[in-house]
Protein backbone atom coordinates (compact mmCIF):
# COMPACT_ATOMS: atom_id res chain seq x y z
CA UNK A 1 0.00 0.00 0.00
CA UNK A 2 1.09 3.55 -0.58
CA UNK A 3 2.45 5.23 2.05
CA UNK A 4 3.65 9.10 2.64
CA UNK A 5 7.04 9.09 4.26
CA UNK A 6 9.19 12.03 6.19
CA UNK A 7 12.51 12.26 6.79
CA UNK A 8 14.32 12.80 9.45
CA UNK A 9 11.93 10.99 12.56
CA UNK A 10 13.77 13.24 15.10
CA UNK A 11 15.91 16.44 14.52
CA UNK A 12 17.43 18.08 17.23
CA UNK A 13 18.54 21.68 16.15
CA UNK A 14 20.05 24.93 18.42
CA UNK A 15 17.90 28.05 18.41
CA UNK A 16 18.68 30.23 15.27
CA UNK A 17 19.52 27.65 13.16
CA UNK A 18 17.40 26.13 9.77
CA UNK A 19 15.51 23.13 9.52
CA UNK A 20 15.13 21.28 6.50
CA UNK A 21 11.74 18.34 7.21
CA UNK A 22 11.50 16.26 4.27
CA UNK A 23 8.37 14.46 2.92
CA UNK A 24 7.69 12.25 0.24
CA UNK A 25 4.28 12.15 -0.55
CA UNK A 26 2.31 9.51 -2.38
CA UNK A 27 3.02 9.47 -5.69
CA UNK A 28 -0.33 9.99 -7.88
CA UNK A 29 -1.31 12.51 -5.10
CA UNK A 30 -2.14 16.46 -5.98
CA UNK A 31 -2.76 18.04 -2.78
CA UNK A 32 0.06 18.09 0.08
CA UNK A 33 0.18 19.52 3.81
CA UNK A 34 2.01 20.06 6.72
CA UNK A 35 0.54 19.91 10.30
CA UNK A 36 2.23 20.88 13.30
CA UNK A 37 1.50 19.30 16.97
CA UNK A 38 3.33 20.75 19.95
CA UNK A 39 3.42 17.90 22.53
CA UNK A 40 0.01 17.14 24.05
CA UNK A 41 -1.71 19.83 22.09
CA UNK A 42 -3.88 19.80 19.69
CA UNK A 43 -3.06 19.59 15.59
CA UNK A 44 -2.70 22.76 13.45
CA UNK A 45 -2.83 23.37 10.17
CA UNK A 46 0.06 25.02 8.21
CA UNK A 47 -0.11 24.83 4.27
CA UNK A 48 -1.27 23.34 1.51
CA UNK A 49 0.39 23.28 -1.74
CA UNK A 50 -1.06 22.16 -5.16
CA UNK A 51 0.04 23.12 -8.49
CA UNK A 52 3.58 24.30 -7.64
CA UNK A 53 2.36 26.63 -5.07
CA UNK A 54 0.71 27.48 -1.66
CA UNK A 55 -2.83 27.09 -1.93
CA UNK A 56 -3.79 28.05 1.69
CA UNK A 57 -1.95 28.70 5.00
CA UNK A 58 -2.75 29.50 8.25
CA UNK A 59 -1.57 32.31 10.63
CA UNK A 60 1.05 30.16 11.64
CA UNK A 61 3.25 29.99 8.70
CA UNK A 62 4.84 33.12 8.51
CA UNK A 63 7.81 34.08 7.01
CA UNK A 64 9.62 32.32 8.45
CA UNK A 65 8.65 29.15 7.01
CA UNK A 66 8.67 28.05 3.84
CA UNK A 67 7.65 25.38 1.10
CA UNK A 68 9.07 23.59 -1.94
CA UNK A 69 8.78 20.57 -4.10
CA UNK A 70 11.88 20.62 -5.52
CA UNK A 71 11.36 17.47 -8.00
CA UNK A 72 8.71 15.38 -8.70
CA UNK A 73 9.01 13.44 -5.53
CA UNK A 74 10.20 15.44 -2.23
CA UNK A 75 8.05 18.41 -0.91
CA UNK A 76 10.13 19.98 2.04
CA UNK A 77 9.48 22.49 4.86
CA UNK A 78 12.11 25.06 5.66
CA UNK A 79 12.10 26.33 9.32
CA UNK A 80 14.34 29.70 9.12
CA UNK A 81 16.18 30.91 12.52
CA UNK A 82 14.16 28.41 14.37
CA UNK A 83 12.76 29.62 18.05
CA UNK A 84 12.23 27.51 21.05
CA UNK A 85 8.37 27.65 20.39
CA UNK A 86 8.83 25.86 16.98
CA UNK A 87 9.79 22.69 18.71
CA UNK A 88 6.51 20.48 17.51
CA UNK A 89 5.70 17.46 15.70
CA UNK A 90 5.28 18.38 11.79
CA UNK A 91 3.35 15.63 9.94
CA UNK A 92 2.90 15.65 5.97
CA UNK A 93 -0.40 14.45 4.30
CA UNK A 94 -1.22 14.45 0.78
CA UNK A 95 -4.47 13.17 -1.45
CA UNK A 96 -6.05 14.27 -4.34
CA UNK A 97 -10.04 15.08 -2.98
CA UNK A 98 -12.70 14.01 -4.97
CA UNK A 99 -16.35 13.77 -4.20
CA UNK A 100 -15.84 9.84 -3.57
CA UNK A 101 -12.66 9.70 -2.83
CA UNK A 102 -11.62 11.59 0.15
CA UNK A 103 -8.97 10.33 2.38
CA UNK A 104 -5.79 11.96 3.09
CA UNK A 105 -2.64 10.39 4.01
CA UNK A 106 -0.69 11.64 6.35
CA UNK A 107 3.24 10.77 6.64
CA UNK A 108 4.42 9.38 10.36
CA UNK A 109 5.91 12.72 11.19
CA UNK A 110 8.97 14.18 12.33
CA UNK A 111 9.70 15.61 15.77
CA UNK A 112 11.63 18.55 15.60
CA UNK A 113 13.60 19.84 19.14
CA UNK A 114 14.58 23.23 19.23
CA UNK A 115 17.16 23.80 22.16
CA UNK B 1 -14.34 32.63 12.71
CA UNK B 2 -14.51 28.87 12.80
CA UNK B 3 -14.59 27.27 16.38
CA UNK B 4 -14.80 23.17 17.00
CA UNK B 5 -15.23 22.00 20.68
CA UNK B 6 -14.73 18.46 21.86
CA UNK B 7 -16.26 19.13 25.52
CA UNK B 8 -15.28 15.38 26.96
CA UNK B 9 -11.23 15.74 27.58
CA UNK B 10 -10.73 12.00 28.46
CA UNK B 11 -13.15 8.97 28.56
CA UNK B 12 -12.59 5.82 29.92
CA UNK B 13 -14.74 2.52 28.87
CA UNK B 14 -14.48 -0.90 29.23
CA UNK B 15 -14.40 -3.01 26.41
CA UNK B 16 -17.17 -4.05 24.40
CA UNK B 17 -19.13 -1.05 25.69
CA UNK B 18 -20.35 1.88 23.20
CA UNK B 19 -19.16 5.03 23.62
CA UNK B 20 -19.75 8.57 21.95
CA UNK B 21 -17.47 11.35 21.07
CA UNK B 22 -18.80 14.35 20.89
CA UNK B 23 -18.02 17.30 18.75
CA UNK B 24 -19.91 20.77 17.99
CA UNK B 25 -18.86 23.69 15.53
CA UNK B 26 -19.08 26.97 14.73
CA UNK B 27 -19.03 28.48 10.97
CA UNK B 28 -20.57 30.87 9.44
CA UNK B 29 -19.93 29.21 5.58
CA UNK B 30 -22.58 27.73 4.50
CA UNK B 31 -20.40 24.77 2.06
CA UNK B 32 -17.33 23.28 5.16
CA UNK B 33 -16.21 19.43 5.57
CA UNK B 34 -15.91 18.02 8.76
CA UNK B 35 -13.69 15.32 9.68
CA UNK B 36 -12.84 13.33 12.29
CA UNK B 37 -8.90 11.98 12.77
CA UNK B 38 -7.48 9.52 15.42
CA UNK B 39 -4.29 9.71 16.84
CA UNK B 40 -2.93 6.33 18.68
CA UNK B 41 -0.50 5.95 21.32
CA UNK B 42 2.00 5.37 18.64
CA UNK B 43 1.44 9.17 17.77
CA UNK B 44 0.38 9.18 14.04
CA UNK B 45 -2.52 10.79 12.68
CA UNK B 46 -5.02 8.84 11.11
CA UNK B 47 -7.82 10.30 9.04
CA UNK B 48 -11.26 8.48 9.19
CA UNK B 49 -13.91 10.42 7.41
CA UNK B 50 -14.71 13.44 5.83
CA UNK B 51 -18.22 14.79 5.77
CA UNK B 52 -19.96 17.47 3.13
CA UNK B 53 -22.12 19.82 4.96
CA UNK B 54 -24.85 19.44 2.23
CA UNK B 55 -24.57 15.06 3.25
CA UNK B 56 -26.73 15.00 6.75
CA UNK B 57 -26.87 11.25 5.96
CA UNK B 58 -25.73 8.95 8.68
CA UNK B 59 -22.31 6.98 8.07
CA UNK B 60 -21.29 3.26 9.42
CA UNK B 61 -18.14 1.94 8.49
CA UNK B 62 -18.01 -1.26 10.95
CA UNK B 63 -18.02 -0.29 14.41
CA UNK B 64 -17.85 3.49 13.84
CA UNK B 65 -20.82 5.48 13.02
CA UNK B 66 -21.04 8.84 12.19
CA UNK B 67 -23.86 11.16 13.23
CA UNK B 68 -24.32 14.91 11.62
CA UNK B 69 -26.50 17.03 12.63
CA UNK B 70 -26.70 20.70 11.12
CA UNK B 71 -29.96 21.88 13.62
CA UNK B 72 -27.34 21.16 16.87
CA UNK B 73 -24.02 21.54 14.64
CA UNK B 74 -22.71 18.11 15.86
CA UNK B 75 -21.08 16.03 14.39
CA UNK B 76 -20.92 13.09 16.61
CA UNK B 77 -18.70 10.01 16.38
CA UNK B 78 -19.84 6.44 17.63
CA UNK B 79 -17.53 3.39 18.57
CA UNK B 80 -19.95 0.00 18.93
CA UNK B 81 -18.30 -2.35 20.98
CA UNK B 82 -15.21 -0.91 21.86
CA UNK B 83 -11.42 -2.28 22.07
CA UNK B 84 -8.68 -1.66 23.32
CA UNK B 85 -6.81 -0.82 20.05
CA UNK B 86 -9.32 1.96 19.86
CA UNK B 87 -7.31 3.29 22.55
CA UNK B 88 -6.21 6.98 20.90
CA UNK B 89 -7.03 10.33 20.83
CA UNK B 90 -9.67 11.71 18.60
CA UNK B 91 -9.73 14.67 16.82
CA UNK B 92 -13.06 16.64 15.13
CA UNK B 93 -12.09 18.70 12.27
CA UNK B 94 -13.69 21.33 10.46
CA UNK B 95 -12.64 23.07 7.13
CA UNK B 96 -14.50 25.48 4.90
CA UNK B 97 -14.78 24.68 0.99
CA UNK B 98 -11.72 26.20 -0.50
CA UNK B 99 -11.14 24.36 -4.28
CA UNK B 100 -9.52 21.16 -3.51
CA UNK B 101 -7.52 21.70 -0.22
CA UNK B 102 -8.48 21.83 3.17
CA UNK B 103 -8.08 24.57 5.86
CA UNK B 104 -8.75 22.54 9.01
CA UNK B 105 -9.59 23.88 12.38
CA UNK B 106 -8.94 21.17 14.83
CA UNK B 107 -10.90 20.85 18.20
CA UNK B 108 -8.34 20.16 21.12
CA UNK B 109 -9.48 16.17 20.54
CA UNK B 110 -11.05 13.33 23.16
CA UNK B 111 -8.50 10.33 24.97
CA UNK B 112 -10.09 7.56 24.69
CA UNK B 113 -9.16 5.00 26.72
CA UNK B 114 -10.60 1.23 26.77
CA UNK B 115 -10.06 -1.09 29.07
CA UNK B 116 -9.94 -5.07 28.96
Known amino acids: EPEVTQTPSHQVTQMGQEVILRCVPI?????FYWYRQILGQKVEFLVS????????KSEIFDDQFSVERPDGSNFTLKIRSTKLEDSAMYFC?????????????FGPGTRLTVT | AQKVTQAQTEISVVEKEDVTLDCVYE???????LFWYKQPPSGELVFLIR??????QNEISGRYSWNFQKSTSSFNFTITASQVVDSAVYFC?????????????FGRGTSLIVHP
Open chain 1, 93 to 105: ASNTPTEEVDEQY
Open chain 2, 27 to 33: TRDTTYY
Open chain 2, 51 to 56: RNSFDE
Open chain 1, 49 to 56: FYNNEISE
Open chain 2, 93 to 105: ALSEASGGSYIPT
Open chain 1, 27 to 31: SNHLY
